[in-house]
């Protein structure tokens, strides 16, 4: 079956750039989705890109799409302490998401 | 705009008892519905979801069942309960079928003793 792929921790200090990384293995995806989960709630959606793009920027959020190597990215520039949260990375499938295992990111002073 | 909610928003239970978590949403109409589970520190796990009314698709065989009496209601089951099921259980809708943005309700915490 298709999966989604994420490192589990990512640690940075305040101001610096994060990156978070997910693979998948769909090749037949249409969009490619980050979503953010703060503690104790449910998801929200944070940005997402068409599978025909390579970038998309959204003010300090960049996501990368290399749809050859099946790698998609989220980079978080000037990361704040309000970022701390468990990213995922999901792409679709009929009728659903398939989302990854989520990246806990923590950002330190 | 769309509106999940979600209840109760804490719940203990015994192992054996049965359990019922309802969902309904609002500011949509004929949304696919989601049943998501996640266990302490890991990640989503999708239980069942719903393109339409009596319409349930299962992604994992458990003790766990799921129903949509509504078009905006969805619910979840289980006659008895085991320790494994503790977990945050979430439920999303999807509205504009075209780009598949899942809205998430605010989830419900289980503790099974």
């Known amino acids: 079956g298709e999966d989604v792929e994420q490192s589990l921790f990512l640690s940075v200090r305040e101001g610096d750039s994060s990156v978070i990384n997910c693979t998948y293995t769909?090749?037949?995806?249409?969009?490619l989705y980050w979503y953010k989960q703060e503690p104790g709630a449910g998801l929200q959606l944070l940005t997402y890109?068409?599978?025909?793009?390579d970038m998309k920027q959204d003010q300090r959020l960049t996501v990368l799409l290399n749809k050859k190597d099946k790698h998609l990215s989220l980079r978080i520039a000037d990361t704040q302490t309000g970022d701390s949260a468990i990213y995922f990375c999901?792409?679709?499938?009929?009728?659903?998401?398939?989302f990854g295992t989520g990246t806990r990111l923590q950002v330190f002073p | 705009s769309q509106t999940i909610h979600q209840w109760p928003a804490t719940l203990v239970q015994p192992v054996g008892s049965p359990l019922s978590l309802e969902c309904t949403v609002e500011?949509?109409?004929?949304?696919?519905l989601y049943w998501y589970r996640q266990a302490a520190g890991r990640g989503l796990q999708l239980l069942f979801y719903?393109?339409?009314?009596?319409?349930i698709s299962s992604e994992v065989p458990q003790n766990l069942s799921a129903s949509r009496p509504q078009d905006r209601q969805f619910i979840l089951s289980s006659k008895k309960l085991l320790l494994s099921d503790s977990g945050f259980y979430l439920c999303?809708?999807?509205?504009?079928?075209?780009?598949?943005?899942?809205?998430f309700g605010p989830g419900t915490r289980l503790t099974v003793t």
């Open positions: 500011g949509t109409s004929n949304p696919n």
């Open positions: 719903s393109v339409g009314i009596g319409q």
């Open positions: 769909d090749s037949s995806s249409t969009y």
């Open positions: 890109i068409f599978s025909n793009m």
């Open positions: 999303a809708l999807v509205g504009d079928r075209e780009y598949y943005e899942q809205y």
């Open positions: 999901a792409d679709d499938d009929t009728d659903k998401l398939i």
